[in-house]
């Protein structure tokens, strides 16, 4: 019998006992993300999704009770993926320019994404539960930040410096969900500039420059 990968232990789904059922969730939940590149979440029928993933709807069935269940083990695949991107970022960069880079990934991430990350927001609105993991994640990447520039700047960060980090966070996903759900302009997340600006308001509000330099 074949044991699941460790970060998959608390993945949403109905129990997987045999290496082919792991086989079938991953392909479906593989699929999921490759149909959400050019549909929209609610237009993706259990029959289609099954279907190009080469399996049947009972196969689909055997493993998610529902399309919400569903939905819930691709956040949680997000938030994996997640997690090991920023793990990445932050072997890779050692000083402040880890916050511009981890600032732009997340632009670039979610607008690859951005049909899953619509249906995210939309789910967000009916099930206030449903957020809960994204937020700790959201917190966990503030938190891993504040120790970084606490690192570079040699001491403790105050209150009111942390508390200007997590608003900087704020304001980036903030502008970031807005744009996915209304486009507001005058920029779009298509654009360079886009990337560039909210690099700058990140740096701007969380103040980091003078918090190393104090």
Known sequence: MAKRKKNQKELPGLTIKQSRSQKTYDALIKKGFKLLKKMEYD????????RVAGYS??????????KDEYFDAL?????????????HLFSKYSGVEVVDELVKDLVRYYWINLRFWRAALVRSMRDQEFWEPIRKSGHATADRVIDKISNLAGRPLTDLEQTNIRFAFQVVFGTINNTIINQPGPIYMDQELFEEQLTKAFRLVSDIENIINF
């Open 43 to 50: 237009d993706i029928t259990v029959a289609e999704l099954s």
């Open 57 to 66: 709807v009972g196969a689909f069935y055997t493993r998610f009770r529902s």
């Open 75 to 87: 956040v949680a695949h997000h938030l994996i993926n997640r997690s090991e991107i920023i793990d």
